[in-house]
Structures are given as C-alpha cells and as structure tokens.
C-alpha cells in the first residue's frame, strides 16, 4: 500500500515560504490584505523600534518641541506600540537619550504633550507634575467667589467667623450650608485667603 502525500501549499507571494492559508496567500500576508487592502503593505516595521520611532518625530531645531505625528491618546500623548504593550512617546523618547525610563513619571518643561525632544523631557513624582502645573499656570485654583461651587460670599465668611454663641448647625441652617462647611471657615481651614 503505498501512501501519498499532498504537497503543501505555498503563500503565493514571492520569497514568502509560509504555507497559503486563505486566498493563496499565508496568514500574515491575507492579514495585511484585510487592513490595506494590499497583501504587500507595510505598514508596520518590525525589529527596528528606533528607526520606527523616529518616522513619526517631527523634529524642528534641536531647542523646540519635536512633535509627535504617530497616534495619540485622549489626553494628546504620543503613543507607539513596543514589544506587545503600548508605550507613551515621550517616555520612550527619555529611555532612548538616557538609557532608562524615568521613575516614576516622565514630565515636559515644555507643557506640550505630544512633545518628544530629550531636551525638553525630566524625571518627576506624581506631586511635581502638579506643582509645575499650578506654577506655570495650567491649573488655575479658584477660590472664594471666583469657584462656581461657591455659596457663600466673603462677607459671608466674615460674618461667620465674627459670630459668637451660635451652634456650627445653627449657623448652617442660617446660611442653607451644611455645618462641616461653618467648621471649616470658623477653624480657617477653607477661605484661608480671607
């Protein structure tokens, strides 16, 4: 009895020895059909995360921010996707000048999210990314009238601070706020600028 085996088939796209899946073409191939629209497109270049990296770096005079023209976030952060997981650019764009990432964040002088220059990129926690951003003015805190939250005036708050022999509760009730909020201002614990 004699045994006949059936020749395996090929990717019909030259050079490629993957065996054919759908289409002719192997899996890969019929994949980049399915995106494309064209089995031979490239969109992705595999191995060189560098080179990769700097296709999407606009970068301008070696002082100004070197924009991020690859995909973003929500927020405006450059994103590129590195050995399986999704890395922000500019973190990556620290890790290529210094030889590691910056712990715990990587923070912009610049203010400018899709920014990758080296220049423009330091180390910081948590609480410097907000004391920079309070400094140079990206959040500004409103306080008294000026937040929108605000029922009280600071007349109010003088007249509350000025009263003597009234409950916290009684005070509240007078002023349609709850009594925390006449704790707080009695021990200048809120409208500290006042």
Partial sequence: MTTTTIPQKICSIGGC???AKTRGWCGMHYRRWQRHGDPL???LIIGDDVTRFGLYVNKKAPDECWMWTGCKNSDGYGEIWLKGKMILAHRYSFFLANGFYAEPQTLHSCDNPP???PKHLHEGTHQDNSDEMIERG???I???EANGKAKLTEADVLE???IVGMSNVQ???RYGVHNGIISGIRHRKSWQHI
């Fill in 171 to 173: 005070i509240g009730e």
């Fill in 115 to 117: 920014c990758v220059n």
């Fill in 138 to 140: 990206r959040q500004v």
């Fill in 41 to 43: 497109t490239v969109k």
């Fill in 160 to 162: 509350i601070r000025a």
């Fill in 17 to 19: 020895e993957n065996s």
């Fill in 142 to 144: 409103l306080k008294g």
